[in-house]
C-alpha cells in the first residue's frame, strides 16, 4: 500500500453510497449516493448539500459503497520466528508433543521474540500488517504474550504502539502475558502468574503500554482462580479484560470473564448456554476466530444458535499468529465465518464493524458512520454487501480514511 499526500482537516465526499452498520436493519441498506462531511478527523455531518462556493476539497466516491473501517479486534501481530517447518511436520504425522519436545511450538516463537530487537519486531510485522491494511482496517488489536518477562512484554507493546508511527492505523494494545508459562517457571504457573501481577502489570499500566489484560484460561494455560487473579489485578490498575477462553474445553472461563464486565471472551468453540447467558447479561462480545478453527482443523463449532438466542454480539477476527492461524486477511476470515460457523453476510459485516468495536471498548467511536464519530471508513468497488463475505482474492478497496486521512490501495 502507497499513501498519497493527505488532505487538510475538513474534507467532503461526495456521491457515497452509505452502509452505515447502525443498530437496527436500516444499518445494512445501502444509501442513495450522498455526501459526507469530515472535520477535524470526525463525521461532521452525513446527507447535507455540498455548499456551492466551499473551497473545501472534496473526494468523488463515484457512487462506490462506503463502509466503516473495517477492525481487526484480536491479533498477536508482534512476533519473531516462523513456524511454517511444525505445519509441515504435523502434515507429516508428528504430533504437537512431539513438536513442543523439540523446541517448537509456542515457546519457540516466544525464543524468537526474546531475541528480536524492538526495531527488528516492527519490520516483522509491518507486512502482515499491510494485508489488514489491504482488507479495509483502520484499527487493529494486537496482544503480547510471546516475551513472558517483564522486560520483553515491554517491548512486544512498545513495538506495537509504534506501528502507528509506520502506517495510517489505529492500535489498540492488550496485554497477554498469560498466554503460557515461560521455560524459567516450568511446572510453576502460579508462581508465573504472582509475576504477572506484582510485576507486568504494574509496569505496563505506569507505562501506559495497553488497555486491557488478556489471559489464556485453557486447561494447557491457566486456570480459573490464575485467570481471576489476573484479573483482579487489572481492575486494580484501571486496565480492561478480555478473555482467550472455551477454546479446547468448558472450563468456565467465559462466564468469570462476564463477570468482571470483560470487553470481549474470544474462540469459545466450547462455550455452553449458562456462559452464553452470562455474556448476554453482562454485555460481552463474542469474539469468532474461525482461522484458528480451520487451521487446527477444529470440529466443535461455537455456539452460534445460542448467541443469537440471547442476542449476544459477536465479532470476527483473524487471530494472526504463527501456530494457529497465520492469516492476514479480515475479508476471508469473514468468509470462513460464513461458511464455517454458518453466520449471514450481515453478521460477518457487524463482527469487522460495530461489534469489533464493542470488543474494544470503542463503540461510541468507530465502527460506525454516524455524526461525531472517528472518519475511519473504506471506499469499495463493491455493489453489495455480500460480495465481503463472497469473493476473495481480488482486492476491491479504493481507499482508507483514518481520522479523515486518506490512504489510496
Known amino acids: 500500500m502507497t499513501s498519497q499526500p493527505t488532505f487538510p482537516s475538513q474534507v467532503w465526499l461526495t456521491n457515497a453510497r452509505l452502509l452505515t452498520m447502525m443498530a437496527g436493519d436500516a444499518g445494512y441498506q ?79 516463537t516466544v525464543s524468537a521474540t526474546r531475541t528480536a530487537s524492538e526495531e527488528q519486531l516492527i519490520e516483522l510485522a509491518l507486512p502482515r500488517l499491510d494485508g489488514l491494511l489491504r482488507c479495509g482496517v483502520t484499527t487493529v488489536e494486537v496482544k503480547s504474550g510471546y516475551g513472558l518477562t517483564l522486560k520483553d512484554e515491554l517491548k512486544m507493546l512498545r513495538a506495537a504502539k509504534a506501528l502507528q508511527d509506520h502506517r495510517s492505523v489505529n492500535v489498540c494494545t492488550t496485554l497477554l502475558a498469560a498466554h503460557a508459562t515461560p521455560p524459567e517457571y516450568a511446572n510453576r504457573p502460579s508462581a508465573y502468574i504472582d509475576y504477572v501481577c506484582n510485576e507486568i502489570i504494574p509496569a505496563v499500566s505506569e507505562q501506559s503500554l495497553a488497555s486491557s489484560v488478556d489471559v489464556f484460561c485453557e486447561s494447557i494455560g491457566f486456570d480459573l482462580a490464575q485467570t481471576e487473579q489476573v484479573f483482579l489485578t487489572a481492575q486494580q490498575h484501571g486496565l480492561a479484560i478480555k478473555g482467550h477462553t472455551e477454546q479446547l474445553s468448558n472450563l468456565g472461563g467465559s462466564a468469570l470473564t462476564a463477570k468482571y464486565q470483560g470487553l470481549s471472551v474470544d474462540h469459545i468453540e466450547y462455550l455452553d448456554e449458562q456462559g452464553v447467558k452470562a455474556l448476554a447479561e453482562n454485555g460481552t462480545v463474542a469474539t469468532l476466530l474461525p482461522g484458528a478453527f480451520y487451521f487446527l482443523k477444529e470440529t466443535q463449532q461455537p455456539p452460534i444458535a445460542l448467541l443469537r438466542k440471547h442476542q449476544v454480539p459477536m465479532a470476527v477476527a483473524t487471530d494472526i499468529n504463527p501456530g494457529t492461524s497465520p492469516f492476514a486477511d479480515l475479508t476471508m476470515m469473514m468468509n470462513m465465518s460464513c461458511t464455517l460457523f454458518g453466520l449471514t453476510p450481515e453478521e460477518a459485516l457487524r463482527g469487522v464493524t460495530s461489534n469489533a468495536a464493542r470488543a474494544l471498548g470503542l463503540a461510541d467511536q468507530t465502527g460506525q458512520l ?20 463472497y469473493l476473495q482474492g481480488v482486492t476491491r478497496l479504493h481507499a482508507r480514511l483514518v481520522g479523515g486521512q486518506v490512504d489510496y490501495v
Open 30 to 108: 445501502v444509501s442513495s449516493p450522498t455526501t459526507v462531511h469530515i472535520k477535524g478527523g470526525r463525521i461532521a455531518s452525513i446527507g447535507l448539500p455540498l455548499p456551492s462556493t466551499d473551497t473545501i476539497p472534496t473526494i468523488d466516491c463515484a457512487n462506490r459503497l462506503v463502509t466503516p473501517g473495517f477492525i481487526d479486534c484480536h491479533t498477536h501481530l508482534i512476533y519473531a520466528g516462523n513456524r511454517a517447518n511444525e505445519f509441515e511436520m504435523r502434515l507429516n504425522g508428528k504430533s504437537y508433543q512431539e513438536i513442543s519436545a523439540n523446541g517448537g511450538g509456542i515457546l519457540a
Open 370 to 389: 454516524q455524526v461525531g464519530y472517528q472518519a475511519d471508513l473504506a471506499i469499495w468497488d463493491i455493489d453489495h454487501p455480500a460480495d465481503f463475505s
